[in-house]
């Protein structure tokens, strides 16, 4: 097998990086910040972070994201799902005196009232009820341990390895914990449940008051990011002692969307807004193969051409940095003789980019027939046409030469005349 590589920028280092370089050092000198040119990732005092691409999951920048920490009501997240995936059949959930009596962010839930389901996973989303929370929690499962228990194994089935829930609301608990990259996890399972992004996405929903029968209450999100920015679609915040400042947060522009989650920051608001303007000015999605389009030519043997060209059989899009080279393909090649049809399979294009590899098929751009004298005498036309003239050709000579080792056939004798008597 041949890996060729296409050709590359063969400018030196200096002069393909040197317009990033004096960009970024003229910032510098004036004291400038070169996020919004993709070359400097913001700093942030939070003491864990991760930012992600929402749909892959890819993950363009961390600090301390597998350290576990206290997640406060980014605990909810869980909640959510683990809600949503074992949603009971009752519409209606009773309040317990044990959820009435939870403490922190409330609802003011009282004991023996009946309240939709739908209504408390907004109490949860929005306001960050702890109550709701319980209430939610007891109606799933019959009780807080046992809905406990789903919820830290729905982390392992999702994959989280540096998690554990003690509790469904993130109160400070021994033994209650998560990191960023298992809390971004959970936000792309979240944001997969239509009805869970579509209560995360609103500033506010109005519900029955569960406490004043005929009368509504609006309940208000807490993530202010969503007045901040337009393209914010979302998550959780979360706050306590433990925990410091705890923000998750969704945002998407057209095809892009990324996942921001920051732990204990001291502005959580601000860091994540950062976060998101360095993600969408670095980052773009950018068709490094087009399908149809000539990338390379590789060597072709016995052909009347010798190389070919090559081009992608699809088009490959990827998240790339705009302030950098885009990778360069390599081709591993599969056919390496003539006759070669246009779209005829060649091997394939390998491209590997933040430790990804992806695959594309390679087809000939081009036909290539084989060399004129190859079609000739080749196989088997060739072979058979030559071989009817040599054998015609024996057979030629050696009925002539029969012919020439024949006996000529000698003259009769002449018989003598009679004399006749005088």
């Keep these: ?23 970024a050092a003229t910032l510098a000198a004036l004291g400038l910040s070169a996020t919004a040119w993709g070359t400097v990732v913001p700093e942030i005092t939070a003491q864990s972070a991760i930012v992600i691409e929402r749909d892959t999951g890819e993950v363009l920048y961390e600090k301390n ?22 949603r009971p059949k009752a519409g209606m959930s009773v309040i317990s005196q044990r959820a009435a009596d939870t403490r922190e962010a409330t609802a003011h839930l009282k004991a023996g009232t009946r309240v939709p389901f739908d ?33 830290n194994q729905t982390a392992d089935r999702i994959g989280c390895a540096d998690t554990h829930f003690a509790n469904p609301h993130g109160l400070d608990a021994d033994n209650h914990y998560s990191s960023a990259r298992d809390l971004a996890l959970l936000c792309r399972h979240f944001l997969s449940f239509p009805p869970l ?33 337009k393209d914010v679609d979302g998550i959780k915040t979360g706050t306590t002692k433990g925990a410091g400042e705890c923000l998750a947060a969704s945002a998407r522009r057209g095809d892009r969307g990324y996942i921001v989650v920051v732990l204990n920051s001291e502005g959580r608001l601000s860091e ?31 052909g009347e051409k010798r190389e070919i060209a090559v081009a992608p059989a699809g088009t490959l899009e990827l998240l790339m940095r705009v302030d950098r080279p885009p990778p360069e393909p390599l081709l591993l090649q599969t056919l390496f003789e003539a006759p070669v ?21 390679a087809v ?6 084989e060399e004129w004298w190859r079609r000739a005498f080749g196989w088997p036309q060739g072979v058979l046409v030559v071989g009817s003239a040599l ?17 000529k056939p000698r003259p009769a004798a002449r018989r003598p005349r009679p004399r006749r008597a005088h």
């Design 391 to 407: 054998l015609l050709s024996i057979s030629s000579g050696m009925i002539a030469h029969r012919a020439l080792q024949r006996p």
């Design 197 to 229: 992004r579509q209560l995360v996405a609103s500033r506010e929903v109005t519900i029955a008051d569960p406490n004043h029968p005929g009368e509504t209450v609006k309940l208000e999100n807490r993530n202010s990011l969503l007045t901040w920015r």
């Design 1 to 23: 097998m041949t890996h060729r590589r296409s050709r590359p920028d063969n400018r030196p280092e200096s002069l393909r990086t040197r317009p990033c370089r004096l960009l």
């Design 65 to 86: 994201a597998d350290v576990p920490r206290p997640v406060a009501s980014l605990t909810k997240i869980m909640t959510a799902i683990v809600a949503m995936e074992n």
């Design 341 to 361: 049809r246009r779209g005829q399979a060649i091997g394939q294009f390998q491209l590997t980019y933040r430790g990804l590899s992806h695959h594309v098929p």
């Design 119 to 151: 209504d408390l996973m907004a109490m949860i989303l929005l306001p960050s009820a702890n109550d709701a929370a319980v209430a939610v929690a007891e109606n799933v499962a019959g009780s807080q341990a046992a809905f406990v228990t789903l919820m």
């Design 364 to 369: 000939a751009a081009e036909d290539v027939p």
């Design 272 to 302: 994540t807004d950062q976060l998101l303007t360095w993600a969408f000015d670095t980052f773009e999605m950018l068709p490094v193969l087009v399908q149809g389009d000539v990338v390379t030519t590789t060597p072709l043997a016995h």
